[in-house]
Every structure is written in C-alpha cells, then in structure tokens.
Nanobody, 119 residues
Framework: QVQLVESGGGLVQAGGSLRLSCTAS????????MGWFRQAPGNEREFVTH????????HYTDSVKVRFTISRDNAKNTVYLQMNSLKPEDTAVYYC????????????WGQGTQVTVSS
C-alpha cells in the first residue's frame, strides 16, 4: 500500500500562485509514476499532470501547460505541483495519485486538498 498526503491548498486571488505537496509512505517512492488530478464542483474528476519515476518525463493537460509545473524529490518521497497565474477555473479539489506503470490505473489516491481561486 502507498499512503499519499497532500498539503498546500488554500485561497488565492486570480493571477497568484500556490505550491501543492504530496508526501508518500509505505512503498519505494521512486517505483511510482506520480500525478495530480482535480475535481471542480459539478464536474468529473480530470487529469492534470504526471511525472515519471525519476522525473525525466512530464505531461500536462492543455489548460495548465506553461502555468503549472510538476516535480519530485525522491529523497523526500514528495511530489510537488507549482501553480502560477491561477485562474478561477482552476478552483477544485486536487488529488495526488500514484501508479507503478502506464499499464496500470492510478490505484493510489490522496484525500485531496482544496484550491480556491477568487476573481
């Protein structure tokens, strides 16, 4: 089992920045692809970004490209999501996720952290 705990959410004005953190425990962190999903009220959960095991590759959904950056520190068992130029439509609960390979579903999820962007 992998336990994921997010932190760093909060309320920010449009144009501002936040950095989310997710710390993992229970298994070897570097064995997992890490990612972030989000869910806004009334919407389905959507993929935001992922980063591969050593951080060599990343992928972003189009709406956050350039503005968001995912990174990881395998020595600290932590993945980060730096969010800049935030927009009200970024308001959502953000979930940290993990999977061992691209052939698996994201089978480990954190409890979520709320990000609210005011206009």
């Amino acid at each position: 089992q992998v336990q994921l705990v997010e932190s760093g959410g909060g309320l920010v004005q449009a144009g501002g920045s936040l950095r989310l953190s997710c710390t993992a425990s229970g298994r070897t962190f570097s064995n997992y692809i890490m990612g972030w999903f989000r869910q806004a009220p009334g919407n389905e959960r959507e993929f935001v970004t992922h980063i591969t095991w050593s951080g060599g590759n990343t992928h972003y959904t189009d709406s956050v490209k350039v503005r968001f950056t995912i990174s990881r520190d395998n020595a600290k068992n932590t993945v980060y999501l730096q969010m800049n130029s935030l927009k009200p439509e970024d308001t959502a609960v953000y979930y940290c996720v993990a999977r061992r390979s691209f052939t698996e579903e994201y089978n480990y999820w954190g409890q979520g952290t709320q990000v609210t962007v005011s206009s």
